[in-house]
């Protein structure tokens, strides 16, 4: 096995987050629910951004978020995603380099703009999504170089992409390179809708062995085991993974690795603004904490840190300086 170079390479969606207040009314008045996950197409993200109330541009994608915060850990980073040639793909190129995250995936023309996300967020925080993929879907298997997958500890899967087809192709050539190199795989599921759509897919990867972490909160563990409550599922599909970690929002975290089963709740919040990329981060926080060897109660305190820092604000990249938060609290 040759000697790693990074701590963590992510495949995701690379989009920028369009985050807006909101009402109920205007989400009834949309034809949206509450909390909900739904892609849109061009003419639908048009359409609703010209509805929405003023926003604010932050770059994002479920594995992009990750990335982002174990980078702010100390982590050593790399993405692959696509973007196109305009001012959201500089936006998001920008804000990983600047972090020191790898990125070197050459931009695409810009007859198909980089994918943004129109985040309505009530005022419990609660987040409405509304995804434009644009660029981000046609990511090519081509992009995914085999010594860069080799060269980090973890391989990070994001649910959401597995859609697109060739995306799917590049996510499935990662996970060859992945293991010819004997590294460890990580799987966010993302969404219910992902699971339902991919639902055989989902489980083949988890039933072949390709799937060391799998990353999912309570409702994403019900969909995909179709399990009715929370504990059959975990007994259902912890037995088939090294390790399986579990959010449950309020409720904290619970972790399964190799039989031995561990909790931690959630982290005090003073006030939720906005729970957009809150899983994201608490896979950041779990899977810097997997690869500096911490002790798995550790892992899940890190990864609940994260998320309570960046739902205490708006937006899904941290804020606060979450290698201190973690010194502050773990040493």
Known sequence: ???????????????VDVLSPTTDA???????????MQLIDATQATALYGRMGPGREISGGSAGNTV???????????????????????????DLESQGIEFTVPAREADIPTGRCLILVSPGGERTM???????????????????????????????????????????????????AGREVALGVSAVFCIMNHLEDFRALVNDGDIDILFANEE??????????????????????????????????TAV?????FHVAAEPVARVVDTTGAGDLFSAGYLVGHVQGRPVAE???????????VISHFGARPEQDLKALIAARLG
């Open 1 to 15: 096995m040759t000697d790693t170079t990074l701590d963590i390479i992510a495949i995701g969606n690379a989009l």
């Open 26 to 36: 205007f989400l009834a008045e949309e034809g949206l629910t509450a909390g909900a």
């Open 68 to 94: 982002a915060g174990a980078a702010m850990m100390g982590a050593r980073c790399a993405f692959i995603g696509q973007v196109a040639k305009d001012q959201l793909g500089e936006v998001f190129v920008h």
């Open 130 to 180: 509304n995804t434009y993929l644009g660029a981000a879907q046609f990511l090519p298997p081509a992009s995914v170089d085999e010594a860069q997958v080799a060269s980090a500890k973890v391989l990070l899967l994001e649910g959401y992409l597995w859609d697109p087809a060739e995306p799917r192709a590049a996510m499935k050539a990662a996970i060859r390179m992945a293991r010819k």
């Open 220 to 253: 994403e563990l019900l969909a995909l085991t179709g399990e009715g409550d929370f504990e059959a599922a975990v007994a259902a599909l912890a037995p088939k993974l090294p390790l399986l970690v579990a959010t449950r929002g309020a409720e904290g975290a």
């Open 257 to 261: 690795k190799n039989g031995e089963r």
């Open 299 to 309: 892992c899940l305190t890190m990864g609940a840190i994260a998320a309570a820092e």
